[in-house]
């Protein structure tokens, strides 16, 4: 699909048109995936999956690093109330140092469409690799800013991992849990230095910190 001027894009664009174009070959209903939490040091991966009724648009639908912390909350509830239904999936960082993050990714995406009440017919996963799944689909490049139900299980799944890393924060206030979300800022890696590695630490992302901070 040929990509549209980003002048007035929320105005011109056609948030549906990836899910109107699976129904049209036939595929119903149409689910949209993605995960939140690749790259922080710290917890798990969250993935999320969303069916959207493609006649009841939600209004502020959009990647969620384009909106603030207050709008994704706001819009989490509505997505969840509206969604003909939703499903979130985890993989811990035992699994992402095990199998390695894209797959500790596939393995949080497979979980988050098991877990929809009910099953799709097609997928639309944001991003170009297509986890192993048992329904058919595709992968949408930047997904997120330009097809709705994507960038809802977007929403979905990063507050979802937010809210569990201030739960994290509560166990571990000398970390700093509730305000990198395990990101490796400076901060994130001084606390590492001073207090040590947790069990919610993703070892193998840490496999060069004494080189990184020596």
Known sequence: MAAK???NLSETWDWYAWEHRAEAAGYSPVCGVDEAGRGPLAGPVCAAAVILPLDFPIDGLNDSKKLTEKRR??????IQENALAWGIGWATAEEIDSVNILQATFLAMGRAVENLK??????LVDGNRMPPLAT???TVVKGDAQCASIAAASILAKVSRDRLLEELDALYPQYGFGKHKGYGTKAHYEAIQKYGILPIHRKSFLKNLGEKHS
């Open 136 to 138: 058919p689909g595709e």
């Open 118 to 123: 009910t099953q799709p017919g097609w997928v």
């Open 5 to 7: 001027s980003k002048e």
């Open 73 to 78: 909350e706001a819009l989490f509830p509505i």
